[in-house]
């Protein structure tokens, strides 16, 4: 298990549940469809939920010029991004000793605004990515205005950690014998049957990256 880059990222509680390794803060990241960004505005702390996409050392989150979140980032003050994903509903003997098996990941880093046309085009294609695989290919691709009502930041991934939990109850050694099951309930996100616009023109079947639509990271 790698080191941590930065005291910052160090875990601290359940310390054992720490892990540095790039690409398993990069599986998170890339797995989680909504991250949680926290900030401060007008001296005081905010958080907001917003979808995210990464494109190599770089975490790009968009929105309206309008949006207070983004806007506060031209200032270039460091923010706090967090993500997590829920595997399981961990059932102990006590209740002392449930959990939930989870992979998080918490990262910090000074936004700053792109304004470059091909970043801006790069940052477009990894968001619709994200969500959707195989959409960007599949879509009418943006134009000049919704270019300009869109405003882009990206954060490095260069301070962040993971902190995953996996594996059975860790009840008292004297509750064992108790007749009370204890175990794992396995969680996934999981896609139902695509609902069509009203609005869709007869005879567009949905494509198949929605039919079969599958979480990176995720068993089919």
């Avoid at 990241?29 to 001296?43: N, T």
């Avoid at 770089?58 to 929105?63: E, I, Q, R, S």
């Avoid at 997590?84 to 605004?113: C, I, K, Q, W």
């Avoid at 050694?173 to 609902?195: C, K, M, N, Q, S």
Wanted: charged fraction near 25%; hydrophobic fraction near 40%.
């Amino acid at each position: 298990m790698a080191e941590p880059s930065a005291p910052r990222t160090t875990v601290r509680r359940l310390a054992e549940r720490g892990v540095y390794h790039r690409a398993a803060i990069d599986a998170v990241l890339d797995e989680a469809l909504i991250c949680h960004v926290g900030f401060i505005i007008e001296g005081g702390p905010v958080v907001i939920p917003t979808i995210h996409a990464r494109s190599g050392d770089v975490l790009y989150l968009h929105g309206s010029p309008a949006s207070r979140m983004l806007r506060s980032m031209r200032s270039g003050d460091e923010v706090c991004v967090a993500v997590t994903l829920v595997d399981g509903l961990v059932m102990a003997r006590a209740p002392f000793h449930s959990s939930m098996n989870y992979r998080s990941v918490v990262l910090f880093g000074e936004p700053r605004m792109v304004d470059d046309p091909d970043e801006l085009w790069e940052a477009f294609t990894v968001l619709t990515e994200h969500v959707a695989p195989g959409r960007w290919a599949d879509s009418r691709l943006p134009n000049q205005k919704e270019i300009r009502g869109t405003l882009v930041v990206a954060v490095p991934i260069d301070q962040a950690s993971a902190k995953i939990r996996t594996g059975p109850p860790g009840d008292d050694e004297e509750d064992y014998h108790l007749p009370i099951w204890a175990g794992v309930v396995p969680l996934r996100l999981e896609a139902g049957a695509p609902i069509p616009d009203p609005r869709l023109a007869p005879g567009i079947e949905p494509p198949p990256y929605l039919t079969g639509y599958r979480r990176p990271g995720t068993d089919g």
